[in-house]
């Protein structure tokens, strides 16, 4: 029987169809594996959340790492870490001692004990009436002031005699009172000076102070103690004033930005988010910090203005924008400087997700900051050789290994490790160039501001938000005073008790020398 031979049209018309069906399945598989690959992209990204969730709530705030996977990272960069020593344990602490029983606390102006008593004579030609004889001493006017020594209130008496003509010839005479920090107040500057450092270093709301100074004596309101800090901090405006010019002076700027609630005038009851903007000179030894109600690229960019020198910052692009629209000619005077341990962080978050691939980089880092440690005490030259020998081949290494991790298929690209690759190239410039030669001075990240502006992250937790915009502008004042004498190793009750009397008989000419690098240099 004959076969008959295979029509090619149908033939045609079954390779059509096959092919159509193979298209089908491959868009089908296709399809599947990217919803696969979505899925895994999902997954790794909760994980991450959670992750970073888990160590929020219940890990430990340090960003220490565990020494065994720092370990198994300097086996893969072929080197070891040193070993670790543990802490050692604390000691017990002593019995507490019994206490005394307290006196009876003072409760008028009367009842505070005399500690001081000053004198005020006037001159001894003076003493001597018109018609030529002697002032005879009839009274004397007595200026009660209440002072603070650490735990206790004590009055301090300002005596001036005065003296008149038995004849009548003539008024009375009598010296004048110095000048007072409080004009006509009967706070002393010790007084104003604990409360200035209760609240903006010690984080005590002044309600919380009205309450501590009634149980020592007389009691101050709150409106009073606010109405001191607003005196203190006008009197201390000239000193804030020259702190910025010398930060801005000094070559070598760290900057960070803190949020701060402060209440909207606008909207009563309501508070609004404002920012304290921190500048920080390391070699200079000052910080300024400067209240905003924004977070834009503006107050960086009015700093700038006026600044030449190393401006080191976190990865914050507000600072890369405010540098871009400086005219080329200030442009040219700035060099830009990142934080490493800004970038540490990231590989920390990727390795707590879980990421194990995290921890050469972070030994690597360690290695980094092992040699910074001993160059401490190195002077900026001696840093800068070192770091050329010893930081840029540990620089030019981990450069590489984050170019191979980028390329890395397997690192999925939302996730932790991968944001974290991704943000040290992309700054990669800023972050290494702390080692080139010229630049021994600067540090190899800005921990140092971060540091200055911790104190305001505890006293807004305390205090909840600033009353006004104006208050804010009071308590970047103080809060430059105090960190301006944190980085001198002054005491700020030392220091304000020796400014504010001064600045309170300053001219708007002389006001601005009573800095705490004169106290120390002067107490020193």
């Given at each position: 029987?004959?076969?008959?031979?295979?029509?090619?049209?149908?033939?045609?018309?079954?390779?059509?169809?096959?092919?159509?069906?193979?298209?089908?399945?491959?868009?089908?598989?296709?399809?599947?594996?990217?919803?696969h690959r979505q899925t895994a992209?999902?997954?790794?990204?909760?994980?991450?959340?959670?992750?970073?969730?888990?160590?929020?709530?219940?890990?430990?705030?340090?960003?220490?790492?565990?020494?065994?996977?720092?370990?198994?990272?300097?086996?893969?960069?072929?080197?070891?870490?040193?070993?670790?020593?543990?802490?050692?344990?604390?000691?017990?602490?002593?019995?507490?001692?019994?206490?005394?029983?307290?006196?009876?606390?003072?409760?008028?102006?009367?009842?505070?004990?005399?500690?001081?008593?000053?004198?005020?004579?006037?001159?001894?030609?003076?003493?001597?009436?018109?018609?030529?004889?002697?002032?005879?001493?009839?009274?004397?006017?007595?200026?009660?002031?209440?002072?603070?020594?650490?735990?206790?209130?004590?009055?301090?008496?300002?005596?001036?005699?005065?003296?008149?003509?038995?004849?009548?010839?003539?008024?009375?005479?009598?010296?004048?009172?110095?000048?007072?920090?409080?004009?006509?107040?009967?706070?002393?500057?010790?007084?104003?000076?604990?409360?200035?450092?209760?609240?903006?270093?010690?984080?005590?709301?002044?309600?919380?102070?009205?309450?501590?100074?009634?149980?020592?004596?007389?009691?101050?309101?709150?409106?009073?103690?606010?109405?001191?800090?607003?005196?203190?901090?006008?009197?201390?405006?000239?000193?804030?004033?020259?702190?910025?010019?010398?930060?801005?002076?000094?070559?070598?700027?760290?900057?960070?930005?803190?949020?701060?609630?402060?209440?909207?005038?606008?909207?009563?009851?309501?508070?609004?988010?404002?920012?304290?903007?921190?500048?920080?000179?390391?070699?200079?030894?000052?910080?300024?910090?400067?209240?905003?109600?924004?977070?834009?690229?503006?107050?960086?960019?009015?700093?700038?203005?006026?600044?030449?020198?190393?401006?080191?910052?976190?990865?914050?692009l507000a600072y890369d924008k405010?540098?871009?629209?400086?005219?080329?000619?200030?442009?040219?005077?700035?060099?830009?400087?990142?934080?490493?341990?800004?970038?540490?962080?990231?590989?920390?978050?990727?390795?707590?997700?879980?990421?194990?691939?995290?921890?050469?980089?972070?030994?690597?880092?360690?290695?980094?900051?092992?040699?910074?440690?001993?160059?401490?005490?190195?002077?900026?030259?001696?840093?800068?050789?070192?770091?050329?020998?010893?930081?840029?081949?540990?620089?030019?290494?981990?450069?590489?290994?984050?170019?191979?991790?980028?390329?890395?298929?397997?690192?999925?690209?939302?996730?932790?490790?991968?944001?974290?690759?991704?943000?040290?190239?992309?700054?990669?410039?800023?972050?290494?160039?702390?080692?080139?030669?010229?630049?021994?001075?600067?540090?190899?990240?800005?921990?140092?501001?971060?540091?200055?502006?911790?104190?305001?992250?505890?006293?807004?937790?305390?205090?909840?938000?600033?009353?006004?915009?104006?208050?804010?502008?009071?308590?970047?004042?103080?809060?430059?005073?105090?960190?301006?004498?944190?980085?001198?190793?002054?005491?700020?009750?030392?220091?304000?008790?020796?400014?504010?009397?001064?600045?309170?008989?300053?001219?708007?000419?002389?006001?601005?020398?009573?800095?705490?690098?004169?106290?120390?240099?002067?107490?020193?």
């Amino acid at each position: 029987m004959d076969i008959a031979s295979p029509d090619p049209a149908e033939l045609q018309e079954l390779l059509v169809a096959e092919r159509a069906g193979h298209a089908a399945t491959r868009q089908e598989l296709e399809a599947e594996v990217a919803r696969h690959r979505q899925t895994a992209l999902e997954r790794d990204e909760a994980r991450g959340r959670l992750q970073a969730l888990l160590k929020r709530y219940f890990g430990r705030s340090s960003e220490k790492l565990d020494p065994n996977q720092l370990s198994l990272a300097w086996a893969a960069v072929q080197d070891e870490l040193m070993a670790a020593t543990p802490p050692a344990e604390l000691p017990a602490p002593p019995p507490r001692p019994t206490c005394a029983p307290a006196p009876r606390r003072a409760r008028r102006l009367e009842d505070l004990p005399v500690l001081e008593t000053v004198v005020i004579d006037v001159p001894a030609e003076q003493k001597v009436a018109a018609d030529g004889t002697a002032l005879v001493r009839i009274r004397e006017e007595v200026t009660d002031e209440v002072d603070y020594q650490p735990g206790k209130l004590f009055r301090r008496q300002i005596i001036r005699p005065v003296y008149a003509s038995p004849s009548h010839a003539g008024a009375p005479q009598i010296a004048p009172l110095p000048p007072r920090v409080i004009p006509g107040g009967q706070a002393g500057p010790g007084l104003i000076a604990q409360v200035l450092l209760s609240k903006y270093a010690d984080h005590l709301p002044l309600y919380r102070q009205e309450a501590m100074l009634s149980r020592l004596g007389p009691a101050f309101t709150r409106q009073a103690m606010g109405e001191w800090v607003g005196h203190a901090a006008g009197l201390l405006r000239p000193v804030y004033d020259e702190l910025r010019q010398r930060v801005g002076s000094s070559g070598y700027v760290q900057a960070d930005e803190t949020p701060i609630r402060v209440l909207d005038p606008a909207r009563p009851g309501a508070a609004r988010e404002a920012w304290l903007w921190t500048f920080l000179a390391p070699v200079a030894k000052a910080v300024v910090f400067d209240f905003r109600l924004t977070r834009s690229h503006e107050p960086a960019l009015a700093f700038l203005r006026e600044f030449r020198g190393a401006f080191q910052t976190d990865g914050y692009l507000a600072y890369d924008k405010a540098l871009d629209v400086l005219p080329p000619q200030i442009r040219a005077g700035i060099v830009h400087f990142n934080c490493l341990a800004h970038c540490r962080r990231a590989f920390v978050e990727a390795l707590a997700s879980g990421d194990d691939r995290a921890a050469p980089f972070l030994a690597q880092i360690g290695a980094l900051y092992h040699i910074e440690s001993e160059l401490r005490e190195a002077t900026p030259q001696a840093r800068a050789q070192a770091r050329s020998t010893r930081s840029l081949p540990w620089l030019a290494a981990m450069e590489l290994a984050l170019k191979k991790a980028s390329l890395d298929l397997s690192i999925l690209p939302r996730s932790a490790l991968s944001k974290a690759v991704g943000y040290a190239l992309a700054r990669w410039p800023n972050l290494t160039r702390f080692a080139e030669p010229a630049y021994g001075q600067v540090h190899i990240d800005s921990n140092a501001v971060e540091n200055s502006i911790r104190p305001t992250a505890i006293g807004r937790k305390n205090y909840l938000f600033v009353g006004h915009p104006g208050a804010g502008g009071r308590s970047a004042v103080i809060y430059s005073i105090l960190g301006t004498c944190k980085l001198l190793g002054l005491n700020p009750w030392h220091y304000l008790t020796w400014a504010l009397p001064r600045l309170a008989a300053a001219t708007n000419h002389t006001a601005h020398r009573f800095t705490p690098q004169l106290f120390a240099k002067e107490s020193g």
